[in-house]
């Protein structure tokens, strides 16, 4: 196989020319072509496999224990100017950048296969999808893509139509953490990446295009590229509405998306049709409509049982690619949080003692097809998307933000959505458990400046007649105990059937200076073991907790200088002002 596209063409040969490879091979997207990069893999022990009679078809990865999430301090927006990365991503000239990463790639495939690997992110007859083409020496990056994108054949073939695609170029290198780079260069639409063959950092599809690269396209194109999952919502008179929501990474998205409704709601049905990635664009009928990029999960395992998540569970007990997961004495996969089993051997291949901490590791995987979820909707190969009914962003907080809020209007919507924060999570390396601002849960994946992203957000806001309803939710706010006070998972849906009657229905608000809260006897809590302080606690404003969290936003929006909108500025204020006016609210007291 090769390309009509001279381009392609062109810059695959520059690049063998650069990497020397040993050999060149075209991914066509087949199954064949699987089987076969599985059966060297098992051979060559990049994987292993897993037990054939409980999971079939499931195969373990073990990364490098210096390799096992994301780095954002290794992670590069390359602008012409450093003002139009801004003060929220790390930035490096284009000329320098791209110096350095040359050093790196020179030579670096020697012995290596050089994989290109054509792709399409979203359905591959829809106008709003985009394509790449990632240039790796990775297998597992390439059986991996397979799962994540319609990747081969049809999305080289809308390639050479178009003309046009995303540059990615990957190589693992020899996984020094010292010689790792993620780099940007949005003004060409040009990834490259080296040093690293864990997800977010080597699936270039994933967050480097979908997400750095299409917010700049987005921007330009007027449109959003977002840290969503989409899930459809079918009542028991059969109507489906969708809603996206943005948490930051490992604060829930796979876990709403595919939610199967608590015993109390008879008739109620979940659709997912993305757990990661939403690309939303105002229509002509004046609703924001969203696709999924994705074709596939990459998923957090630890925590997955039948109780949290039954879809998820099922899924990945066949044609699953696990990532730095443990392994029972029987070769089945296990994890913190995994139902039965014991570990005996750890995600590092040692045998299992607690004294070296969780058997799993807290960021190992999971990677299938999405058609795999048994909530799996149909309508996430739709070309057109689904409307989207209310945009929901949520952050990992003990404390301060209630179980749910409702934005006045889209402004107050978008402050909700710029002033969010989270506890940081295993998915990057760093410190755990810290909370940073984490702006729409875009703080690792917005390709320019936040303040004209918040910009665009209030831009799109003027084109929509009918946009959605905006909420901000909390699942993780703790009690005396140090437990989560809300139950979650399934029982959110009694948060999202709220939301929906607020967007569609006739469902009562409490007004508060912070936002709208749900009155009690509005929130159905019906058969949950809550009392009526943890009720109270979970639906309150704490003024002097607001006081200090708006405190914290105005710090942040100051590192942006002048440049944050003067409407969002305005907004901001108001809400302060009726804040330090107002008294502590709770939906019970009104
Ligand atoms: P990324 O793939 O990293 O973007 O993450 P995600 O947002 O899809 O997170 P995911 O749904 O995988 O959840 C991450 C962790 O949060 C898992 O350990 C879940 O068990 C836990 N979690 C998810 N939903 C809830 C909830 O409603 N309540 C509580 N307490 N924990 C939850
Ligand atoms: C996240 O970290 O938000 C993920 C996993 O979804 S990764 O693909 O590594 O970005
Ligand atoms: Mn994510």
Redesign the pocket.
């Known amino acids: 196989m090769s390309t009509s596209n001279q381009e392609l063409a062109r810059w695959v040969e520059d690049v063998a020319g650069l990497t020397q490879p040993d050999r060149i091979h075209w991914c066509d997207g087949s199954e064949a072509e699987d089987r076969q990069l599985i059966e060297a893999m098992l051979a060559s022990g990049e994987l292993e496999e897993l037990n054939q009679d409980t999971h079939p078809n499931c195969y373990l990865h073990r990364s490098n224990p210096a390799d096992v999430a994301r780095v954002e301090h290794l992670t590069f927006v390359c602008t012409d100017e450093e003002e139009e990365a801004g003060p929220n991503n790390h930035w490096m000239a284009p000329d320098e950048a791209r110096r350095k990463m040359r050093e790196l790639f020179e030579g670096c495939m020697k012995g290596r296969t050089l994989y290109v690997v054509p792709y399409c992110m979203g359905p591959v007859d829809s106008p709003l999808s985009r394509c790449g083409v990632e240039i790796t020496d990775s297998p597992y990056v390439v059986i991996n893509m397979k799962r994540m994108t319609r990747m081969g054949r049809d999305a080289l073939a809308r390639i050479e139509q178009e003309g046009s695609f995303v540059r990615g170029l990957h190589s693992t290198g020899e996984l020094d953490p010292e010689r790792r780079f993620i780099m940007h260069f949005p003004q060409d639409l040009e990834i490259m990446s080296y040093g690293s063959g864990y997800g977010g950092n080597a699936l270039l599809g994933k967050k480097c295009h979908a997400l750095r690269i299409a917010s700049h396209q987005a921007r330009h194109e007027g449109w959003l590229a977002e840290?969503m999952?989409i899930v459809g919502i079918q009542n028991p008179q059969g109507e489906t509405r969708y809603i996206a929501a943005a948490?930051?990474?490992?604060?829930?998205?796979?876990?709403?998306a595919m939610l199967i409704p608590p015993e109390e709601y008879k008739g109620w049905k979940i659709w997912t049709v993305g757990?990661?990635i939403a690309w939303l664009h105002p229509r002509e009928d004046g609703r924001l409509w969203a696709i999924n990029p994705e074709a596939g999960y990459?998923?957090?395992v630890?925590?997955?049982s039948p109780k949290?998540?039954p879809n998820a569970y099922e899924m990945i007990q066949r044609d699953t690619l696990f990532t730095n997961v443990a392994v029972t004495k029987d070769n089945q996969p296990w994890w913190e949080?995994s139902p039965d089993g014991e570990p005996a051997v750890d995600w590092q291949g040692r045998p299992h003692d607690p004294a070296n901490g969780p058997a799993a590791h807290p960021n190992s995987r999971f990677t299938v097809s999405a058609r795999q979820n048994p909530s799996w909707s149909e309508v996430a190969e739709d070309p057109r998307g689904v409307p989207i009914s209310a945009i929901v962003f949520g952050g990992r907080r003990k404390d301060t933000m209630p179980l749910v809020l409702q934005a006045r209007d889209w402004d107050h919507g978008v402050l909700l959505g710029a002033g969010m924060a989270s506890e940081t999570t295993a998915?990057a390396t760093g410190k755990k458990g810290v909370v940073r601002r984490d702006p729409m849960a875009m703080k690792p994946f917005c390709g320019y400046n936040f303040a004209d992203y918040f910009g665009h957000w209030l831009d799109i806001g003027d084109k929509l007649e009918h946009p959605p309803e905006i909420f901000h939710v909390n699942?993780?706010q703790r009690g005396e105990d140090g437990g989560?006070i809300?139950p979650?998972?399934s029982e959110?849906l009694r948060v999202l059937e709220w939301m929906l009657e607020r967007a569609h229905g006739d469902a009562g608000a409490v007004e508060t200076p912070a936002g709208l809260l749900p009155q009690q006897t509005e929130l159905n809590t019906e058969g949950l073991d809550l009392s009526t302080t943890e009720l109270e606690d979970l639906l309150s404003i704490d003024p002097a907790a607001w006081d200090q969290e708006m405190e914290a936003i105005g710090e942040f929006f100051a590192q942006f200088g002048g440049r944050i909108p003067d409407r969002l500025q305005k907004e901001f204020d108001r809400v302060r002002r009726a804040l330090s006016d107002g008294e502590a609210v709770t939906a019970s007291a009104r």
């Open positions: 840290h999952l948490f930051p990474s490992a604060c829930g998205k796979t876990n709403l757990d990661d990459f998923g957090v630890p925590g997955t949290t998540n949080g998915a699942w993780f989560f809300w979650g998972f959110n």
